[in-house]
């Protein structure tokens, strides 16, 4: 069964530094979403993409973030100079349809860990 | 500021018997509802959606919804002690908001099924 891919698994980086968060969405989607999970917190919303721009994005998504389709298999999170708040599980999602009257079924990824020391 | 509420548990069932989850959510333009399971340290896992008045089934699980009363349940029968996790309630943004499709969730109520 297809699934969403994220690398790496675990990113351990020192504030200031620039990480970047890897995601291969499953191969029929066409939309393509970031979230975040803080420890013992909701999964929040960062960002939504379609057709090689951004959709939508929430008040957590600043100028620190941006995201990127580089090739025809790559869906990637950049924070460019993290902070220790940004310490949290990052989320790839895709799904087959959006919008609010179609059945936007979202898929997660298995996350990646990033820690900001 | 669209929340969705769910009580944080922990909710405690024998096995075999029947967990009832429950969420209630503020968005009245929301018309696509979810229920994901996230074992400890992992990721959200789809088991149930929804988007019509009533119940829907799929195997062990039921989904509820009553868009009057702006409340999401699900049911699962015959409770395994794997089915231990933290069950997540999550709604699409409605068309009022302008979404284009982003979730919001809720905190989970966490389900011990004791063997």
């Known amino acids: 069964e297809p699934e969403v891919t994220q690398t790496p698994s675990h990113q351990v980086t020192q504030m200031g530094q620039e990480v970047i968060l890897r995601c291969v969405p499953i191969s029929n989607h066409l939309y393509f979403y970031w979230y975040r999970q803080i420890l013992g917190q909701k999964v929040e919303f960062l960002v939504s993409f379609y057709n090689n721009e951004i959709s939508e994005k929430s008040e957590i998504f600043d100028d620190q973030f941006s995201v990127e389709r580089p090739d025809g298999s790559n869906f990637t999170l950049k924070i460019r100079s993290t902070k220790l708040e940004d310490s949290a599980m990052y989320f790839c999602a895709s799904s087959r349809t959006s919008g609010v009257f179609t059945y936007n079924e979202q898929f997660f990824g298995p996350g990646t860990r990033l820690t900001v020391l | ?115």
């Open chain 2, 1 to 115: 500021q669209k929340e969705v509420e769910q009580n944080s548990g922990p909710l405690s069932v024998p096995e075999g018997a029947i967990a009832s989850l429950n969420c209630t959510y503020s968005d009245r333009g929301s018309q696509s509802f979810f229920w994901y399971r996230q074992y400890s340290g992992k990721s959200p896992e789809l088991i149930m959606s929804i988007y019509s008045n009533g119940d829907k089934e799929d195997g062990r699980f039921t989904a509820q919804l009553n868009k009057a009363s702006q409340y999401v349940s699900l049911l699962i029968r015959d409770s395994q002690p794997s089915d231990s996790a933290t069950y997540l309630c999550a709604v699409l943004e409605g068309i009022y908001g302008g979404s284009q499709g982003n979730l919001i969730f809720g905190k989970g109520t966490k389900l011990s099924v004791k063997p």
